[in-house]
């Protein structure tokens, strides 16, 4: 059946006097959601081509994503080229092991995966949102089933300022009420402001972020024995989740885990 014919079914259905009952009333509803999606039909989060539902990917775009899949680092959540079989932990997670327990990324940043991050960080946030926060709550699903508390990484007040919302609360939030976990947007505040860590060596990095995270004053008994899921939106080096980690350990959580939408992976 074409959409017009569904529609017009629906509207004939509900204009028939036949009393207010349970039926009229899913009829009037499912009329109102034909004009609404006749009026603002959804739209691919990627393309903005037409979709069936709101907050999806077209099959051409989500053919187009670079989902990290297994396998991967069980620690840093970072692609592996080759599936050795088996729990695996990549150079650079035994090398300088991270502070934080497990990471993990729905997207390569990259291509789209890119282009949603910078969309999420400049408008365009609500159906964004809400699509990014459900191919996290998948990609995170291990972390999300044992973790007590969300919280996000937080800007810097006046970044803050200039941007008016926190990408990676938009996403915890999400998170949050997707899982039904509790959620702090404000357990964690950015002591000052730093430079981006993109091109830093990771002295510079370290040396960037000494102390730049804490835990809010009072907030400690939010922390004290938790196991705390921390979310961002785009995870670079481990260098500022690192930095998050060890503020929430300082604080005496149990553990943390780190979610982020898209994560940077170098080399071929
Ligand atoms: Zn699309």
Redesign the pocket.
């Known amino acids: 059946m074409t959409e017009y014919g569904q529609h017009s079914e629906v509207i004939e259905t509900a204009a028939r006097p036949r009393g207010f009952s349970p039926k009229l009333g899913e009829a009037l509803r499912s009329a109102v959601k034909g004009l609404i999606d006749t009026v603002y039909p959804p739209q ?6 037409a ?1 069936a539902e709101p907050s999806t ?2 099959p ?3 053919s187009s994503v670079k989902f990290i899949e297994r396998p991967f680092c069980e620690r840093l959540g970072t692609p592996f080229e080759v599936d050795l079989g088996g729990p695996l932990l990549s150079p650079l997670a035994i090398a300088e092991p991270p502070v934080f327990e497990r990471a993990r990324s729905a997207v390569i940043y990259d291509g789209l995966g890119r282009a949603l991050v910078h969309r999420l960080k400049y408008g365009d946030r609500l159906d964004l949102g809400l699509a990014m926060g459900r191919l996290m709550l998948l990609a995170g699903r291990d972390l999300i089933a044992d973790a007590d508390l969300v919280v996000p990484v937080p800007l810097h007040w006046t970044r803050l300022l200039k941007r008016r919302f926190n990408q990676a609360a938009v996403l915890s939030s999400t998170i949050a009420s997707l899982s039904g976990l509790p959620h702090e947007p404000a357990l964690l505040v950015r002591r000052k402001r730093t430079r981006p860590q993109y091109g830093l060596s990771r002295a510079e990095r370290q040396a960037n972020l000494q102390g730049a995270l804490r835990v809010r004053d009072g907030m400690e008994p939010f922390v004290e024995g938790k196991r705390i899921l921390l979310v961002d939106d785009v995870m670079t080096t481990s260098s500022t989740a690192n930095a998050a980690a060890r503020a929430l350990l300082k604080a005496k959580a149990s553990h943390v885990d780190v979610l982020s939408f898209a994560r940077v992976v170098n080399g071929p």
């Open positions: 691919c989060i990627g393309c903005r081509s979709v990917l077209c051409r775009c989500w």
